[in-house]
């Protein structure tokens, strides 16, 4: 007879949710290593290589030594050199002590939850949201407080809504946009008003999250740090990630104010200390370099984007967003719910549709309601044009199967 272990996990880490990506992902993978055809749509990551003169310059940072510690909030040249692009791209001013690089904005995020909040506390977290805020929240003993905008208002929520989630109670706001799931951008003017409302309430500090700033379809990415009634209260939080197409190199940075930055730095150097010397070299020389590569992705993710949204226009009972940013789509499919193909168990949900995409078609999306949106899937288009067209001529069929 089994005896049950003396030893028990956390609280904590019981409570803590499995990545919902991650778990698609490896859904995929395994339904691949049984020889079926999957083309997985599911992942965050372009599908572009870093640009040769990034990967360049890390070798030559290794070559010079660079193989030590560094400081915990970041090598000053980088610390530098993050400066003058919240100055060039964001009009932010932020001096060498309210920079922090990190392991990752999603390290960033964990040090500033964890920095500011404590049990009691409540984060407003727009809805939908990137799967990881609500558990870094929860991680940090405090209360995730999610606002959800549907496709009929472009998955943006309105100041009014915001301002009615507010208590004495809120400590921080937080979102992305470009917005991961959606690819929705909040403009000038919906910032603002975002802003206008968070200003009469001093004890709340805005996360905005702007990793996908650079792959922006409306123009100049505007910072809602960049509002004098919020510019300090704000915490801009962006990455190499994305941008770049750095994802396995590990670089976040925040620009914060002096108190934040202090303790996301004291947070840091007890959990990872500083990033990767030679790594943070190379984002040094890819923050000083020409955007070319930058600006070429971005290229090719708008046309996949228009690709993407006509194809998936023509499946009967898909409500399509027109999304302005990123590189996902998150279609409603609610019109399939209670559906089934007469062999399996019904659609009754996003994740019953999810599963079903995966099983008929073997292709990878994800549930939209690890975002906090039931009626919705995210499909990445962080593919090449073949994949997409084939992947969304699987869905197209399989769909049409559901009665
Ligand atoms: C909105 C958002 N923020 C942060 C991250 C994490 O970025 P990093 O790779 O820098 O940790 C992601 C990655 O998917 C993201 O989508």
Same mark, same amino acid.
């Given at each position: 007879?089994?005896?049950?272990?003396?030893?028990?996990?956390?609280?904590?880490?019981?409570?803590?949710?499995?990545?919902?990506?991650?778990?698609? $992902?490896? %859904?995929?993978?395994? +339904? =691949? /290593?049984?020889?079926?055809?999957?083309?997985?749509? *599911?992942?965050?990551?372009?599908?572009?290589?870093?640009?040769?003169?990034?990967?360049?310059?890390?070798?030559?940072?290794?070559?010079?030594?660079?193989?030590?510690?560094?400081?915990?909030?970041?090598?000053?040249?980088?610390?530098?050199?993050?400066?003058?692009?919240?100055?060039?791209?964001?009009?932010?001013?932020?001096?060498?002590?309210?920079?922090?690089?990190?392991?990752?904005?999603?390290?960033?995020?964990?040090?500033?939850?964890?920095?500011?909040?404590?049990?009691?506390?409540?984060?407003?977290?727009?809805?939908?949201?990137?799967?990881?805020?609500?558990?870094?929240?929860?991680?940090? $003993?405090? %209360?995730?407080?999610? +606002? =959800? /905008?549907?496709?009929?208002?472009?998955?943006?929520? *309105?100041?009014?809504?915001?301002?009615?989630?507010?208590?004495?109670?809120?400590?921080?706001?937080?979102?992305?946009?470009?917005?991961?799931?959606?690819?929705?951008?909040?403009?000038?003017?919906?910032?603002?008003?975002?802003?206008?409302?968070?200003?009469?309430?001093?004890?709340?500090?805005?996360?905005?999250?702007?990793?996908?700033?650079?792959?922006?379809?409306?123009?100049?990415?505007?910072?809602?740090?960049?509002?004098?009634?919020?510019?300090?209260?704000?915490?801009?939080?962006?990455?190499?990630?994305?941008?770049?197409?750095?994802?396995?190199?590990?670089?976040?940075?925040?620009?914060?104010?002096?108190?934040?930055?202090?303790?996301?730095?004291?947070?840091?150097?007890?959990?990872?200390?500083?990033?990767?010397?030679?790594?943070?070299?190379?984002?040094?020389?890819?923050?000083?370099?020409?955007?070319?590569?930058?600006?070429?992705?971005?290229?090719?993710?708008?046309?996949?984007?228009?690709?993407?949204?006509?194809?998936?226009?023509?499946?009967?009972?898909?409500?399509?967003?027109?999304?302005?940013?990123?590189?996902?789509?998150?279609?409603?499919?609610?019109?399939?719910?209670?559906?089934?193909?007469?062999?399996?168990?019904?659609?009754?949900?996003?994740?019953?549709?999810?599963?079903?995409?995966?099983?008929?078609?073997?292709?990878?999306?994800?549930?939209?309601?690890?975002?906090?949106?039931?009626?919705?899937?995210?499909?990445?288009?962080?593919?090449?044009?073949?994949?997409?067209?084939?992947?969304?001529?699987?869905?197209?069929?399989?769909?049409?199967?559901?009665?």
């Amino acid at each position: 007879m089994d005896t049950l272990p003396v030893q028990v996990l956390s609280k904590r880490i019981q409570r803590l949710a499995e990545s919902a990506t991650i778990k698609m $992902s490896q %859904k995929a993978r395994a +339904l =691949k /290593a049984e020889g079926h055809n999957v083309i997985n749509l *599911s992942l965050g990551e372009p599908d572009f290589d870093t640009p040769q003169h990034i990967k360049d310059a890390a070798v030559e940072a290794l070559k010079d030594g660079y193989t030590k510690y560094t400081p915990v909030p970041g090598l000053v040249e980088l610390q530098k050199a993050i400066q003058a692009k919240f100055k060039r791209d964001n009009d932010l001013d932020f001096g060498l002590d309210q920079i922090v690089v990190s392991n990752g904005a999603k390290q960033s995020i964990a040090n500033l939850c964890l920095s500011l909040l404590d049990e009691g506390d409540e984060a407003i977290v727009l809805a939908p949201y990137w799967v990881t805020y609500g558990e870094i929240v929860k991680l940090a $003993s405090a %209360k995730p407080v999610i +606002l =959800k /905008a549907g496709i009929e208002q472009d998955f943006k929520v *309105s100041p009014a809504q915001l301002e009615a989630a507010i208590n004495e109670n809120t400590k921080i706001v937080l979102f992305s946009s470009p917005c991961n799931p959606t690819g929705s951008v909040y403009t000038e003017e919906e910032l603002k008003g975002l802003a206008d409302v968070i200003a009469k309430h001093p004890q709340i500090t805005i996360i905005s999250d702007e990793i996908y700033e650079y792959i922006n379809f409306i123009g100049k990415h505007i910072s809602i740090g960049s509002f004098e009634n919020v510019k300090d209260r704000t915490v801009t939080v962006n990455g190499f990630s994305k941008g770049f197409a750095m994802t396995g190199w590990r670089l976040g940075y925040i620009g914060a104010p002096k108190w934040i930055a202090k303790a996301c730095t004291k947070m840091q150097g007890q959990f990872t200390s500083g990033a990767t010397s030679f790594g943070q070299k190379a984002a040094a020389h890819a923050l000083n370099s020409d955007l070319g590569p930058t600006l070429e992705m971005k290229a090719a993710f708008l046309k996949r984007r228009d690709m993407v949204i006509a194809l998936l226009k023509e499946i009967p009972g898909f409500k399509v967003n027109f999304p302005q940013g990123a590189f996902y789509v998150f279609p409603d499919i609610s019109a399939y719910f209670g559906t089934s193909d007469g062999t399996t168990t019904a659609v009754n949900n996003a994740d019953d549709f999810c599963e079903y995409l995966l099983n008929e078609a073997h292709v990878a999306v994800v549930t939209g309601s690890a975002f906090g949106a039931d009626n919705c899937f995210r499909l990445s288009y962080a593919a090449s044009e073949e994949e997409l067209k084939e992947a969304i001529k699987r869905i197209k069929t399989a769909v049409t199967k559901l009665k």
